[in-house]
């Protein structure tokens, strides 16, 4: 059993850094095609980018899951929400003029903590799981209207659209699926059940999270080409799936959680943003 700890070496802190270097990959490959430079190079960048909504994502359920305080944790994720959106508002009065592609992943991220939160309180309550879910389906049916009538739904604000649609919360749902899941499936047979609260577990919900993203994201990209108009249309969104190779590596600890890293982890996703935007500006 010792040996299944070896290759499970990537902690929580080291799954962060690595989405946030994924994202900031994304997001240069997002300003080196706006400006039409190194455009092969950029859109490596963008595929590497694929990895770092899975993984924030993931690192999110685990959050949710885990947090002392659920209040102080969707106010992080509310404030970061709110900068976001005064930022797009400043870029779109001062700089640009054009809503497309405003989409804020925020609103991803705050929908899919709110549908892990319903799930984990396990009570009356938790039916309403399904309200972030239906809003990112209502918001892909206005998508799909706009797309088809080559119009403009302007009662729907383009910043409360979910960016990724509903694969955040479908994702989300998986996710926490597989954490509740594994030691079910483990107790289910007279052989496992022995292995519950051991390292095998985690192996188990890897596995598990790893075949959620896989199939997800292959139906995400297969029905958006034939039936939606979204983000997934895009040939690089497969590569999301390839988020699974760190998630079978993660260990289940949180790893080096310090303060300043954690708000800083917070202040870094507009802070890069603005700085991206500065240095191409120059240019």
């Known amino acids: 059993m010792e040996k299944q700890k070896d290759f499970k070496v990537l ?3 080291i799954l962060k850094i690595m989405a946030i270097f994924f994202m900031t990959c994304d997001h240069v490959g997002v300003f080196l095609h706006l400006h039409g430079i190194a455009g092969d190079f950029a859109t490596i960048l963008r595929i590497f980018g694929r990895l770092a909504f899975p993984l924030f994502i993931f690192l999110l359920v685990e959050g949710v899951r885990h947090t002392k305080s659920i209040a102080k944790y969707f106010l992080r994720l509310g404030i970061l929400a709110f900068v ?5 508002l400043i870029y779109y009065i001062f700089i640009s003029k054009n809503l497309t592609g405003m989409y804020s992943p925020m609103i991803d991220l705050l929908l899919s903590a709110t549908t892990v939160y319903l799930l984990k309180r396990k009570d009356k309550f938790s039916f309403l799981a399904i309200l972030p879910v239906a809003w990112a389906i209502f918001v892909l049916v206005i998508r ?15 910043f409360v659209r979910p960016d990724y649609s509903i694969y955040g919360p479908l994702l989300a749902i998986g996710f926490y699926c597989a954490f509740e899941f594994a030691p079910l499936f483990l107790k289910s047979s007279e052989g496992t059940k022995n292995l519950v609260g051991t390292t095998y577990e985690q192996t188990t919900v890897n596995v598990m999270s790893a075949i ?28 999301s799936l390839f988020a699974f190779i760190p998630i079978l590596f993660y260990s ?17 996703f507009p802070a890069h943003l603005i700085i991206i935007y500065l240095i191409f500006a120059l240019i």
């Not at 976001?84 to 797009?88: A, E, L």
Request: no cysteine; charged share 10%; glycine share 8%.
């Open 212 to 239: 959620v993203l896989i199939i997800l994201t292959t139906l995400m990209v297969f029905i958006d080409r034939n039936a939606m108009h979204t983000y997934f249309s895009m040939p690089w969104q497969i590569y």
């Open 252 to 268: 289940g600890k949180r790893g080096y959680n310090a303060k300043w890293f954690k708000y800083g982890a917070y202040i870094y």
């Open 144 to 158: 799909n209207y706009e797309s088809v009538h080559l119009t403009d739904i302007t009662w729907l604000p383009i």
């Open 84 to 88: 976001f959106f005064i930022g797009q």
């Open 11 to 13: 902690s929580g802190f």
